[in-house]
Nanobody, 116 residues
Framework: VQLVESGGGLVQPGGSLTLSCVAS????????MGWARQVPGKGLEWVSG???????TYADSVKGRFTISKDNAKNTAYLQMNSLKPEDTAIYYC???????????WGQGTQVTVST
């Protein structure tokens, strides 16, 4: 399993970013994909997940602002982030697992910084 995130960067409050996660080494269309984030020195925070049937879940902190999606033809998952806040600043990690299992395979992360 290999997961490679991209799309992070510096954005002003209220701005938008789209993170991408290119996957390989497993049956992408039948696996769940997810995103989590971590601020250095703090624990990992679950952000969002999308399952093989297309159902999605979101943390309350991002609901209504973030949208998760996946393109099975491109083996890529996305996290569209709108109305970004300084508290969204973190390293964002992509993860995957079979639908019925806990997320156990992770990418290397991409930094998102929301600041003026």
């Amino acid at each position: 399993v290999q997961l490679v995130e991209s799309g992070g960067g510096l954005v002003q409050p209220g701005g938008s970013l789209t993170l991408s996660c290119v996957a390989s080494g497993f049956s992408f269309s039948s696996y769940a994909m997810g995103w989590a984030r971590q601020v250095p020195g703090k624990g990992l925070e679950w952000v969002s997940g999308i399952y093989s049937d297309g159902s999605t879940t979101y943390a309350d902190s991002v609901k209504g602002r973030f949208t998760i999606s996946k393109d099975n033809a491109k083996n890529t998952a996305y996290l569209q982030m709108n109305s970004l806040k300084p508290e969204d600043t973190a390293i964002y990690y992509c993860a995957t697992a079979p639908d019925s299992e806990d997320f156990g395979s992770w990418g290397q992360g991409t930094q998102v910084t929301v600041s003026t």
